[in-house]
């Protein structure tokens, strides 16, 4: 066996040395039988030719000595890509579009294949990520799909679910530390202490938490990779040292893996112990993991009748549902329909393409009539000849598909250039984290593969009507007839009708988004968005000997920065606010009942979105003031306390009434009445597309928060007046930190950015796509004319104007394009229904659209009939008639 | 001079084996012994040997190299081999059943 393989490879491999060898050796053989003849009296030439009789022909001896080698297959099918190759150097025209067209096809499916599979199916770097659900509790009466369950939910839970081997609660939150170089804001988590077991996490250094850590408090701290890295430049002996967070004393007992970050974007992991686990309140995140073959439906409707229990024991938790999501879906569901959209108009890219390239191989089959007719005519088989055709459409598909690959490369590139590493996730207080995209081994299978599917859909079907004509009729016809008559016309019609649909239903998807993108961002936010810089300052008030204990201290401190803000040079007005619009920072709402209306159930009330703002919110914000007044200096904690709502408020609560005067009560325990002095303009806090939420403000110095966001409006570009703004603050407090700083023109385009990634890359798949539909009607439009040009010329000679010959011509294209409209718009109504999710405020059946499309197609099928009619019409009749 | 009759289909192998078995032989050789040794009743195709000789190198039955003919020359030398040596044997044995068995049908019936 080896030894036939040896043998077979080098017959292959050294084909020349055992050709020569192969020589050698008959010639020997001639020689010893010539010279046995001369021995035996013959005249030497008389000899050497009856040695060749007897010898049998030295070509067919030889090439019966290369059959025995075995490899005769592989060597004519090396014959066919050289012949092929040959070829397609040939007419460098045809080959550059052909790869060009092939390249732009396979390259965008490549690159786009890549980001899906690298968003959308990435597994979590976690134990059994595909059995872990988010939980979440709900109220739909409150208008809350999502919110995150409290501590006793979390407890409640686990105790009477029979559903998940585990429950994982964890909170978000920040912290201060100090005593490692300059205080520092850090991004924590706290987790419950079955963290390292839920997710299956090996740190790379030390340990994660024990179960029995949960019984009393234990100061003890994880590491996130990447501030291991940052802040102990990834010292290995960083286990057992300390770290102060808030002023307490922490003992860091690990490193967590770096892989966790996607999950996560936190530096510091502590740990809750049980006592606070019964006290922490609402909005923390609970995953759940599945017990292996428990469906997600069976868990929900077994955590539906938990909730319902719970409602009846807790009064808090009445109208309350779950909802449970699969995390791995959870984490790309806002960016999911965008990817599949993508995915779709690229296959159609792909398919334009494939279509293109037909209908080259198509003309140049006819062009090669000639060459099978009489290759056919000398014996050729018919499957030999099929072999010689795919032979070299699979070379011309794995050079489209190498020159696909390099796009490929280009595009990740400008994929790393232009899309966002993170996407906000309006509603959740939350990013996803997308990942790097890179080309790996299963890009290029991809690629190699999907440029084979295109060979066979391009490479067959011209081989296969080519193959059909008639040698005698090729032979017989004059030079430059038709080569397939009406079949191969058909054929090209038909490739050309499906090209045009397709391109029509892409050029309505990049219409409805680019309908879409424009209203989301003329839409109106409440606010003027422009010269709006942002940024966090949190107060370590929870620091052992804090100068913030107390709120009038807080409420000092930030007036105090507020003064020295306003006294910078270029800032038109300041202010601080809880949150800021469209940030996605973390939410606040709550209850609150109406002192003139009815009394409500007892344990029933209203809810809404909370805001502590300063006086000069609204102003810096150019949120109107649509009645009363705004907050003033004097709303301080020795007056009485007022709010103002928003229009949204306003008009659910307050329906043809004037709230003015009448007064808000938050349903806990010694808050006092608050009257309603103003009524403020609806502001999209969570994203444009959602209605306002109905908000409340409270005046700052009525209830000093700890984490504020500092506004401010510029008259100045917003980089150049943040050095001084940052100065004022540190000029109050030098040890205050300041972090998150974006200038609202940031944070709209993080909210808008799955739009925009959708609008430029739909757009240009459209762009791409009318390109090569233009190239295919160019294409068959000038072939006809070549074919009809005798045609054209016995018009012309009984008389038909140019302009005839142009409609003849013109009409003749448009025809293929408006059949392909029809069908396109057909497609179009089912298709378009798919991208309704990402668009706002245009309908996926929009008829300006679909018209607006119908005539960018038609202009551009216009434009690509109009050069070969044109050259019909500047046809000679006298040339025309004589033309073959 | 006697009338040559064509190899029957399948021999050659065999008979090139045969020839082999007692010393290493160039292709030339091959032919012209098996001629000789028939007494030239058999009409060895000479073109057909060669392609025979490679097929046979890549089973593996003989195996060759280059050397110095008699009269001086470069020529290749083919050898059995040990399972070329089996491979006779069992040809040779088949053949001779064969041979046997036919000539008692024409002797009989």
């Known amino acids: 066996m080896m030894r036939d393989l040896a043998i077979r490879l080098r017959s292959l491999f050294r084909r020349g040395a055992v050709e020569a060898e192969m020589d050698d050796e008959l010639r020997f053989h001639l020689e010893r039988q010539t010279d046995k003849y001369v021995a035996a009296g013959l005249p030497r030439e008389e000899a050497a030719r009856r040695a060749r009789i007897e010898l049998g022909g030295l070509e067919q001896v030889r090439e019966q000595y290369r059959d025995a080698r075995g490899v005769r297959f592989l060597e004519s099918l090396l014959q066919d890509a050289g012949f092929g190759l040959r070829l397609l150097r040939k007419p460098p025209g045809f080959t550059m579009v052909a790869l060009l067209t092939l390249g732009l096809g396979v390259g965008a499916n490549t690159a786009i294949f890549t980001l899906v599979r690298t968003t959308l199916f990435r597994s979590l770097p976690v134990r059994a990520s595909n059995r872990l659900v988010v939980i979440w509790v709900n109220n739909l009466e409150q208008g809350w799909s999502r919110i995150g369950p409290a501590g006793q939910d979390y407890l409640d839970w686990k105790q009477q679910s029979t559903s998940f081997e585990d429950l994982l609660l964890f909170e978000h939150g920040s912290g201060t530390v100090t005593g490692n170089g300059e205080p520092e804001q850090v991004a924590g988590l706290r987790v419950t202490t079955n963290f390292g077991t839920f997710l299956g996490v090996t740190p790379v250094l030390g340990r994660t938490f024990t179960l029995d850590e949960a019984n009393g408090r234990h100061n003890y701290a994880v590491l996130a990779y990447r501030y291991w890295q940052r802040r102990f430049a990834s010292d290995p002996s960083v286990v057992g040292r300390g770290l102060t967070l808030n002023g307490d004393a922490y003992t860091i007992i690990g490193v967590l893996p770096p892989e966790l970050n996607a999950l996560w974007a936190v530096d510091v992991v502590v740990p809750f112990d049980n006592d606070w686990l019964k006290r922490v309140d609402s909005d923390l995140g609970v995953f759940g993991r599945l017990k292996r073959g428990v469906k997600l439906d069976q868990a929900s409707s077994e955590m539906n009748v938990i909730a319902k229990r719970i409602a009846g024991e807790r009064p808090s938790r009445r109208g309350f549902g779950t909802v449970l999501v699969p995390l791995e879906t959870v984490r790309v569901e806002f960016i999911r329909p965008a990817l599949l959209l993508l995915l779709g108009a690229v296959a159609f890219v792909l398919l334009i393409a494939c279509a293109n390239v037909a209908n080259l191989m198509l003309a140049r089959a006819d062009a090669r009539r000639r060459e099978i007719a009489v290759r056919t005519a000398l014996g050729a088989g018919r499957t030999r000849l099929l072999r010689q055709y795919l032979t070299e459409s699979v070379l011309l598909g794995l050079l489209g598909g190498a020159t696909g690959i390099v796009l490929a490369l280009w595009c990740t590139y400008l994929f790393a250039r232009f899309v966002p590493a993170q996407i906000p996730v309006p509603n959740a207080a939350d990013q996803v984290i997308l990942p790097v995209v890179r080309l790996d081994a299963a890009s290029l299978m991809f690629a190699v593969l999907i440029s084979l599917l295109a060979t066979i859909m391009f490479g067959t079907v011209p081989a296969f009507v080519s193959l059909r004509c008639r040698v005698n009729d090729a032979l017989k016809e004059s030079g430059r007839g038709t080569l397939s008559g009406p079949r191969g016309n058909r054929v090209r019609s038909a490739l050309v009708i499906v090209e045009s649909a397709l391109a029509f239903v892409l050029v309505i998807g990049a219409g409805l988004m680019i309908q879409s993108f424009s209203n989301l961002v003329g839409a109106n936010p409440g606010f003027h968005s422009d010269r709006l810089l942002t940024m966090r300052i949190k107060l370590p008030d929870d620091a052992k000997n804090s100068p913030y204990k107390e709120p009038r201290q807080r409420a000092a401190a930030f007036q105090a920065f507020l003064s020295h803000v306003e006294a910078v040079l270029g800032i038109e007005a300041a202010a601080f606010a809880e949150i800021v619009p469209l940030s996605q920072d973390d939410m606040d709402m ?32 150019g949120i109107p003031l649509l009645r009363g007044r705004a907050f003033t200096d004097h709303d301080s904690m020795e007056n009485p306390r007022v709010v103002i709502i928003d229009e949204a408020l306003a008009q659910r609560y307050f329906p043809n009434q004037d709230p003015i005067g009448m ?14 002095v103003g009524v403020a303009g609806a502001v999209h806090d969570v994203s444009i597309q959602q209605e306002p939420r109905p908000t409340i403000y409270f005046p700052y110095l009525q209830s000093p928060d700890q ?18 703004i940052k100065n004022a603050i540190w000029a109050v407090d030098p040890n205050q930190p300041i972090f998150n700083v974006r200038s609202m023109d940031e944070i709209l385009s993080g909210v808008t950015s799955a739009h925009r990634v959708a609008l430029l890359a739909l757009s240009a798949f459209a762009l791409l796509a009318l390109m090569l539909a233009a190239i295919g009607i160019y294409g068959v439009t000038s072939y006809v004319v070549t074919q009809r040009t005798q045609e054209i010329g016995i018009r012309r000679a009984l008389g038909a104007h140019p302009s005839d010959v142009m409609q003849l011509v013109v009409g003749q294209g448009l025809r293929l394009v408006l059949a392909g409209v029809a069908a396109g718009l057909a497609a179009s109504f089912a298709l378009t229904r798919l991208m309704s ?34 050259r019909a019409t500047r046809l000679d009749p006298m040339v025309a008639l004589r033309h073959e | 001079m006697t009338p040559r009759i064509e190899l029957p289909q399948g021999t050659l192998d065999l008979l090139i084996l045969k020839t082999l078995a007692l010393e290493p032989q160039h292709g030339w050789a091959i032919s012209e012994r098996v001629q000789q040794i028939s007494s030239d009743v058999l009409r060895l195709q000479q073109g057909s040997l060669y392609p025979a000789l490679h097929r046979l190198e890549r089973r593996g039955w003989v195996k060759a190299r280059w050397g110095t003919s008699e009269n001086n020359r470069r020529a290749k030398y083919y050898e059995l081999t040990a399972a070329g040596r089996k491979q006779l044997e069992a040809e040779e044995s088949a053949w001779r059943k064969l041979a046997a068995a036919v000539a008692q049908i024409l002797e009989t019936a």
């Open chain 1, 663 to 676: 007064h808000l009560q938050i349903p806990e325990a010694g808050r006092p009445d608050r009257e309603i």
């Open chain 1, 837 to 870: 999710a990402l668009l706002f405020g245009v309908r996926s059946t929009d008829p300006k659209t679909f018209a607006a499309a119908a005539a960018v197609l038609s202009v551009v099928a216009l434009a690509a009939c109009f050069v070969p009619a044109c």
């Open chain 1, 590 to 621: 709550g209850y609150f009942v109406i002192k003139e209306a009815p009394r409500l159930a007892p344990g029933e009330h209203f809810s809404a979105d909370y805001r502590d703002v300063t006086p000069q919110y609204f102003r810096t914000l």
């Open chain 1, 707 to 724: 984490t504020m966001s500092l506004v401010v409006r510029t008259g100045l570009p917003p980089e150049s007046v943040l050095p001084a």
